[in-house]
């Protein structure tokens, strides 16, 4: 298993406990659209990420990840400054 197929496992673990209508999370998994997060959600998320994979994601950075595809690819780059 690479990195990122292991980031990736580890952040569809994190999304379940806040995927309440059990949406089929694949990369392209939109949090807001497809899993209905409102702000408060995606903060709570955001801080699980980050407590995990010992991160800090800015909110800039927060804003622009829509997809599970790209935080995976974000937490990578993150993990590697």
Partial sequence: MTDREQTEAIVKGLIEPFNKKGTEVDGSTRFAQDLEWDSLTVMDFVANV????????????????????????????LKAD
């Fill in 50 to 77: 980050e407590d995990e994979f010992d991160i800090i994601i800015t909110m800039n950075q927060a804003a622009e990840i829509e997809t599970v595809d790209q935080l995976v690819d974000a937490v990578g780059k």
